[in-house]
Structure formats: structure tokens, C-alpha cells
């Protein structure tokens, strides 16, 4: 397949190289346009207010990858490979392995999630790929099942276009207990910002927020209840993959809003 492969942990992240070495290995057509730097949990931001640059990155990945790197969000970087930098568009967008999980609300601050949203906004199906450990650096798990999933899309095409958002539980490949089709949990944190003083005597705040819990979501979804939640699945060792489309109309919402009367005059 031709893949067009993003991250939001930038060019130097292990995870992009695992992946895009691992998928150019097994005989893809690959080309990487990613951050130039960490661009972590700035979502589906887009940069309108200033150049775009790209370089071209050699040596450090897989001679048979074309790589750029650009100083832009992630979002940015697909939009330019798609719209700019490839001669003809890819067949997957992949966006990963990120460093840290992408589970129930987390994916709405996502840069790894967003990049490959950015592709099924363009009409590309998508996958996004995270690695559950924010200290874990073996990504070669991950990258192996990258390479089964994309086989397998190549094998079966998505029926309807959708992102796949996928996350790798940071265990040794022989304890992974299966993988799980899932729908999106919900975590709650505790956003703690730590107050600091900075040298020049000035306040300042870091945002250090703790997952608080993990609930289920509401029942009026129209989810089956009977499909488990990607926080719960990773917590028994499974791989999950939740469907995501990027239209966000609540549905059970616009049934109560239709008995609504309005009276403009």
C-alpha cells in the first residue's frame, strides 16, 4: 500500500522510526511528513497565521522511506503531504506510534489522533496508533501489529471511511491477550496546574492533570452496551481499536432539541 505515516512526538520520536522502518521493511510504499518537534496534545490546530516549511530528512529512516520534516501541527503535515509534497494520494494515512495512550476523551486533545483525522476529512481512511506507557521504548510490538492491521485493511478495505484508533498495551508481544473492536470510554482527570516562581519572581503554572477515573458513557449513544470501552479492553492486556468518524452531531440530542418550540415573534 501507499502509506503517508505523521506522528505528534516529532522526526526524533522512536515510535515514528519503528513504524515507518517496520512498514517500509515489509514492502510499502512509504513517506513520513511529520513535526519537526514535539507537538503533543495540540489537537486538530492548523497553522493560518504564518509559513509552513518543510526539509526533506535523510538518514534516519529506512533508505526506502521519503521523509520531510515540517514546523507545523501535526494536522499541518498531513494537509501539506496531501495537498503539497505528494505527487498522488496515499491509500492509509497512519498516524504514530505515539508515546502514551489515546483512550476515551484523551483523543479530543490528540495530536496523534487529529493527524490521522485530518486524512478521513480528505476522504483517506486512517489509522492511529498509541503505545499505553508513557516510559516504555519498545515500539516494536506496536509496529508488528501496524504492519497485520495494515494487511489486513489492504486484504478487506474499510467499508465506509473511518478512522481506526488503535492502542498498544506496553506488554511483551507474547502477553498481548488478543485485540478487542471497542467504542470510546471516558476519562476524568484531576487537572492539577502546579504553581511556580520563576527566577525572575514572576508566577507561572504547569498543567499536571491525573486520570481521576474511568466511567462509562452515557447510554444514549446509540452504542451496543455490549461492546466494551478501550479503558477497560487495555486494562486486561487487549489491543483496542475504536471506529471514529470526525462528524460529532449527537444524535440523542437532536431527538430531545426537535420537541423544542421557538417563538421569534
Same mark, same amino acid.
Given at each position: 500500500m501507499k502509506l503517508l505515516i505523521s506522528n505528534d512526538d516529532g522526526v526524533a520520536a522512536l515510535g515514528i522510526r519503528t513504524l515507518a522502518n517496520c !512498514?517500509?521493511?515489509a514492502g510499502h510504499d512509504v513517506t513520513v511528513v511529520c513535526p519537526d518537534r514535539?507537538? /503533543?496534545a495540540t489537537g486538530h490546530g492548523l497553522t493560518l497565521h504564518q509559513p509552513i516549511r518543510a526539509e526533506i530528512i535523510e538518514s534516519v529512516f529506512h533508505p526506502a522511506v521519503n521523509a520531510w520534516a515540517c514546523d507545523g501541527t501535526p494536522s499541518d503535515c498531513v494537509k501539506l503531504a496531501l495537498w503539497a509534497l505528494l505527487e498522488s494520494p496515499p491509500d492509509l494515512v497512519v498516524s504514530g506510534i505515539n508515546q502514551g495512550a489515546n483512550l476515551g476523551t484523551e483523543i479530543l486533545y490528540s495530536g496523534t489522533v487529529s493527524a490521522a483525522m485530518e486524512g +478521513? &476529512?480528505?476522504g483517506i481512511p486512517s489509522v492511529a496508533l498509541s503505545l499505553t506507557s508513557h516510559t516504555c521504548k519498545d515500539f516494536q510490538p506496536a509496529a508488528n501489529f501496524a504492519k497485520i492491521l495494515v494487511d489486513q485493511i489492504s486484504a478487506n478495505p474499510l467499508p465506509e471511511l473511518m478512522l481506526l484508533n488503535v492502542n498498544i498495551?506496553? +506488554?511483551?508481544? /507474547?502477553? &498481548?491477550?488478543?485485540? %478487542?473492536i471497542t467504542r470510546q470510554g471516558v476519562r476524568r482527570?484531576?487537572?492539577?496546574f502546579d504553581k511556580r516562581i520563576d527566577p525572575r519572581g514572576k508566577t507561572y503554572?504547569? !498543567? %499536571?492533570?491525573?486520570? !481521576?477515573?474511568?466511567?462509562?458513557?452515557? /447510554?444514549? $449513544?446509540?452504542?451496543?452496551?455490549?461492546?466494551?470501552t478501550d479503558v477497560d479492553v487495555i486494562r486486561k492486556n487487549y489491543i483496542s481499536i475504536t471506529p471514529l468518524q470526525y462528524n460529532l452531531t449527537y444524535a440523542g440530542g437532536?431527538?430531545? $432539541? /426537535?420537541?423544542?418550540?421557538?417563538?421569534l415573534t
Open positions: !512498514l517500509a521493511q514535539e507537538r /503533543s +478521513i &476529512i480528505e498495551p506496553a +506488554i511483551n508481544w /507474547s502477553e &498481548i491477550a488478543g485485540v %478487542t482527570y484531576v487537572d492539577v503554572y504547569w !498543567l %499536571t492533570g491525573e486520570v !481521576l477515573e474511568d466511567v462509562e458513557p452515557p /447510554s444514549d $449513544l446509540n452504542l451496543p452496551q455490549n461492546v466494551p437532536v431527538n430531545h $432539541l /426537535s420537541e423544542w418550540e421557538f417563538k
